[in-house]
């Protein structure tokens, strides 16, 4: 009898830690959640902010931004950002329709323009010169990556940076020819680019941001 009651005590305690190695799984391997909102109608640039205007919504913690995890807070209003936000009186910036995610960018207090919405929140953006000769292409669009090179004043040319993201092109009127482009950059990329391109001409290699190797990393393993 004294087995019988042993054997279902050890019994009981693997069932009690099997069920709480179980939760514990669950909640490493389960993402994380987080509220954001998302307008429950077209409204006009203007409007002032309410909270009876949105609606939320759950959504994965961490979201892929240009190829990296980003926190959803850094493209989006959070439940834990919407009181102050609301406290604030902003308004929209442009018009919005059904369904539209709220950002900061949306509203005329906070927002800033389209480039922004793309970019990462510890990045700058750097426009530079281009033609459709130094910039690969005519056809050159939003989204690309690309190496940028630098021929100096003296006749050598160096490898600047490898795999930078166009955030913008920009054309000479309408259909016209490429004459600069905007890229994501550090605080240090941007000083660097700035600097190379007053004491020489920046070039543009178009990559296969998916497939492209980086030279640098070859030579660590040559």
Avoid: W
Avoid at 192 to 215: H, K, M, P
Wanted: hydrophobic share 45%; with cysteine; charged share 15%.
């Amino acid at each position: 009898m004294k087995r019988n009651m042993k054997i279902v005590i050890v019994l009981s305690v693997a069932l009690v830690f099997a069920i709480a190695a179980g939760i514990c799984i669950y909640g490493f391997l389960s993402p994380q959640r987080s509220t954001v909102y998302v307008f429950d109608g077209a409204y006009e640039a203007g409007t002032m902010l309410t909270a009876d205007m949105l609606t939320p919504i759950q959504v994965d913690a961490d979201i892929v931004v240009a190829g990296a995890k980003a926190s959803v807070g850094q493209r989006f209003v959070t439940s834990a950002d919407l009181p102050a936000l609301l406290k604030m009186g902003d308004s929209l910036k442009t018009n919005v329709e059904e369904g539209t995610p709220l950002m900061l960018n949306l509203l005329s207090a906070t927002g800033g323009n389209a480039i922004e919405m793309t970019m990462k929140s510890s990045a700058v953006a750097v426009t530079v010169n281009a033609t459709p000769i130094t910039g690969v292409t005519n056809d050159l669009e939003q989204g690309a990556s690309v190496n940028v090179y630098v021929t100096y004043h003296t006749g050598s040319t160096t490898l600047l940076f490898e795999k930078m993201r166009v955030l913008a092109v920009h054309k000479e009127g309408t259909g016209g020819s490429l004459s600069g482009i905007t890229l994501e950059l550090t605080n240090e990329e941007a000083v660097q680019i700035i600097n190379a391109s007053g004491n020489g001409t920046l070039y543009f290699g178009l990559v296969n941001a998916g497939g492209y190797e980086s030279v640098y990393d070859n030579a660590d393993t040559n």
